[in-house]
């Protein structure tokens, strides 16, 4: 067994290829889309709490896009946002109608897939911190997020202050942004009875069956060479 693990990871030397994270920044909101077009959309606007998602008294549907990113197939996009309401204690504001949607578009606009948190009424304050993750389909190399608060109105708005983007990707195991040979290695390790914390045991489970085996190296394999 130790014999045909080392040959798979030489093996799959030659695969290694880089899946690369999103790329576009937090920190600068240059080229995002705000479907208001009465607001300049800039960072200082987004990271100042003024740029408002919900649905205005015309019909229109404000709503909030990244700029085009590379992706790859299995990876999860994980975001971590920060949502501020001024009218949480109004008489006014409704809950139900609070309800954060992330959207994953392809390179024609389409929607293939979205995740929506929908929160408990007696957990909102002013300022909330909400996780969301979506998983890019098989296939799909580029790739927008767009944020919409679909139910909320003028009443129930939501306005994002602080959107944070972080990514874990299927099969990164080592967590160094990639998934490559160096992934397949510490699997080989793992299953050789080398110690790991529970975190990475955790990630080198890729197929998510329980155990760590030869499974999850080939299911490595297949997001490299995806």
Do not use: H
């Not at 995740?115 to 002013?126: G, L």
């Amino acid at each position: 067994m130790k014999r045909f693990l080392q040959l798979l990871s030489a093996m799959t030397l030659a695969l290694a290829l880089q899946a690369q994270v999103p790329q576009f920044s937090y920190v600068d909101y240059d080229y995002w889309i705000y479907s208001n077009p009465n607001i300049e959309l800039n960072s200082d606007n987004i990271m100042n709490n003024k740029i408002v998602l919900y649905t205005t008294s015309t019909g229109l549907q404000l709503t909030l896009t990244s700029p085009q990113f590379n992706c790859v197939g299995g990876q999860t996009i994980s975001m971590n946002v920060k949502w501020i309401t001024d009218q949480w204690k109004s008489s006014t504001f409704v809950a139900s109608k609070v309800a954060l949607t992330a959207a994953l578009l392809n390179e024609q606009g389409v929607t293939v897939d979205s995740v929506t948190y929908n929160p408990v009424a007696s957990e909102i304050s002013r300022t909330n911190f909400w996780d969301l993750s979506i998983t890019v389909p098989r296939g799909m190399k580029k790739a927008r997020l767009r944020f919409a608060s679909w139910k909320a109105d003028v009443n129930s708005n939501g306005a994002v202050n602080t959107i944070v983007m972080t990514t874990s990707l299927k099969g990164d195991v080592n967590l160094d942004g990639e998934v490559n040979v160096a992934d397949i290695n510490a699997i080989v390790d793992i299953i050789q009875g080398g110690t790991a914390a529970d975190s990475v045991i955790q990630r080198a489970d890729v197929n998510g069956d329980g155990e760590i085996t030869v499974s999850d190296i080939n299911s490595v394999i297949d997001v490299i060479i995806n």
